[in-house]
Nanobody
Framework: QVQLVESGGGLVQPGGSLRLSCAASGSILYFYVMAWYRQAPGKERELVAS????????HYTDPVRGRFTFSRDNAKNTVYLQMNSLKPEDTAVYFC??????????WGQGTQVTVSS
C-alpha cells in the first residue's frame, strides 16, 4: 500500500500564503485521482481540489478557486497545494487523498492550517 504524508500547515495571517505538501511512499500514478480535502471544526470534510493523475485537468471548488493551486511533481511522488490570499474561513485540517480506480480511498493524517491575526 502507498502511504500519504502531509506537511506545511501552520499559523498564518489573513491574506498570507502557505504551501502544503503531500508525499506518497510510492508513485502517485498508483492513484487514479489525487485530491485535497479540508475539515473545519464542527463541519463535514469537504473537497478543496482534485486532479486525475493521468491528465493535467484540475478541479477547484468555488471557495478556493482563483486562490489555491494544485500541482504535482511525479518524480518526487508529491502533490502540493499552494494557498494564497488566505481567509479565516480557510482554517481547517487539510487532508491529502488518493483514490484508486477500484474505489479504494487512501488518506493522510492531516495538517492543521490556521488563518488568524
Amino acid at each position: 500500500q502507498v502511504q500519504l504524508v502531509e506537511s506545511g500547515g501552520g499559523l498564518v495571517q489573513p491574506g498570507g500564503s502557505l504551501r502544503l505538501s503531500c508525499a506518497a511512499s510510492g508513485s502517485i500514478l498508483y492513484f487514479y485521482v489525487m485530491a485535497w480535502y479540508r475539515q473545519a471544526p464542527g463541519k463535514e470534510r469537504e473537497l478543496v481540489a482534485s486532479t486525475i493523475t493521468s491528465s493535467t485537468l484540475t478541479h477547484y471548488t468555488d471557495p478556493v478557486r482563483g486562490r489555491f493551486t494544485f500541482s504535482r511533481d511525479n518524480a518526487k511522488n508529491t502533490v502540493y497545494l499552494q494557498m494564497n490570499s488566505l481567509k479565516p474561513e480557510d482554517t481547517a485540517v487539510y487532508f491529502c487523498n488518493g483514490k484508486r480506480s477500484d474505489g479504494a480511498d487512501y488518506w493522510g493524517q492531516g495538517t492543521q492550517v490556521t488563518v488568524s491575526s
